[in-house]
């Protein structure tokens, strides 16, 4: 363009220039044409370029899946040039925009704790093994067999069969609500509560109320302007709010409104997932209290229109803990799934599987020293109960010895018997607790 617009302005002044000038501006005219050949031949040579590039790339695929040592040296200054050219071709494009990876980690429990989806309840009634302050009634759907738990309008609803949210559990079921619910209705509040009495105290949870110790998850499936969705995560330890978080989501709105809910609890942590993806992962949000119950809350006063939310295929289970990571990263793995005889150091069969991976895990590890803790419940005396605590750990040490041939010098065994208590020995979910081994990375 610039060599067209240089040839316009000599033939300009060629017409209108004095004659005195005519040899100089023939020289500028010769100049000009022989500037715009060497630009048509660089460009040229470009697509020249360009197209040895592509043959290169051809020809370096084909030696990329040969296995030859006489094209070592081609194949060398092929993925060299290969490179440049995407150096170059990198830093000539906008943006270069980076794609984070990252995964959905969601595993199930295996050990199932409750599961309900209301197969022996009737049609219009409200479920059996449920407890509320307000109504609901199971329904089906035209098109499937399936049972729901329709929710009524206001109230808190809560399954009489979980008496215990394990420090190491996932919590699921399928959630579905009316596609025209309105914005003005308060949402959907999960809540994983500290009950003293199971007859009352689960009506604390409501919208403005809550109880001592809980973990709330609320969801809600239009948020302003309607294209979106909404949740929210509350935690309340000891009365006090310690952590409050809200946010849009788009994976549970108006037109995506049937979704499956997961909840995984390790120990303080919290994940949440709906349809597998993750919305929220709080590392300290349970504290330290008996957690017991699941308490739905829901609050439509303002509900303008028949809409409801409803819910199904409900699954608490135990998870597989991940004894690897804490073992070799953060030195400590507790466990109640070593079990033993009743006032006796010999172990249950049924513990064998965990016992074998910590096995697999020292032979894999020779380096890695433990130190072995037994804990129990506080039935008997003080002075057995220790004594108890450490035979048991002395045992535990005996089957890796024997079974994996770990050498005795790098597993200690010590006993706490009750001293120790991480729950109420009071309740028969709390002793469970307390009955616990302790693997500590020395």
Do not use: C
Not at 80 to 99: D, E, I, L, V
Request: proline share 2%; hydrophobic share 35%.
């Amino acid at each position: 363009m610039k060599v067209i617009k240089l040839l316009l302005l000599i033939l300009l002044l060629l017409g209108s220039a004095p004659r005195v000038q005519s040899q100089f501006l023939k020289k500028l005219a010769k100049h000009a044409k022989e500037k715009a050949k060497r630009e048509a031949e660089r460009r040229s040579k470009r697509r020249i370029d360009r197209g040895i590039d592509k043959v290169y790339d051809k020809t370096e695929d084909k030696i990329d899946g040969k296995d030859s040592k006489k094209n070592d040296h081609k194949k060398g200054i092929f993925s060299k040039n290969k490179k440049k050219r995407k150096r170059r071709k990198k830093s000539n494009s906008a943006g270069n925009k980076r794609t984070a990876k990252s995964k959905n980690d969601f595993v199930p429990g295996n050990k199932i704790v409750f599961t309900d989806s209301f197969k022996n309840d009737a049609i219009g009634d409200f479920p059996v093994t449920w407890n509320t302050n307000s109504s609901g009634e199971i329904v089906t759907f035209d098109d499937d067999e399936t049972k729901w738990l329709k929710l009524g309008e206001k109230g808190q609803f809560t399954p009489d069969g979980i008496t215990d949210i394990p420090e190491n559990s996932t919590f699921e079921f399928d959630l579905y609500v009316d596609d025209d619910y309105s914005f003005y209705s308060s949402g959907l509040r999960i809540n994983f509560v500290e009950v003293k009495n199971r007859k009352t105290d689960f009506t604390q949870w409501q919208r403005f109320r809550h109880g001592k110790n809980g973990v709330r998850l609320w969801l809600h499936p239009i948020a302003a302007g309607g294209k979106a969705g909404q949740t929210g995560i509350t935690s309340y330890q000891d009365n006090q709010k310690i952590i409050e978080n809200k946010k849009n989501i788009n994976n549970f709105t108006k037109n995506h409104n049937l979704i499956h809910v997961g909840v995984w609890r390790q120990k303080k942590r919290i994940r949440v997932y709906i349809d597998g993806k993750k919305i929220w992962d709080l590392p300290r949000a349970f504290g330290d209290a008996n957690y017991n119950a699941i308490v739905f809350d829901i609050d439509n006063t303002y509900n303008s229109a028949e809409t409801y939310f409803y819910i199904t295929n409900l699954r608490l289970a135990v998870a597989g803990e991940d004894m690897r990571k804490a073992l070799l990263e953060t030195g400590k793995f507790v466990t109640n799934n070593i079990l033993f005889n009743v006032n006796s150091a010999a172990i249950q069969s049924k513990s064998y599987d965990i016992l074998n991976k910590i096995g697999k895990i020292l032979v894999e590890n020779p380096g890695l020293k433990l130190k072995i803790v037994g804990h129990t419940d506080s039935d008997g005396s003080a002075a057995s109960n220790l004594k108890l605590s450490k035979k048991r750990a002395e045992s535990i040490k005996n089957y890796l010895v024997k079974h994996f041939g770990i050498q005795s010098s790098r597993l200690k065994t010590e006993g706490k018997g009750e001293s120790q208590p991480v729950a109420s020995n009071k309740t028969k979910a709390g002793k469970a607790k307390n009955r616990r081994v302790e693997f500590v990375k020395l």
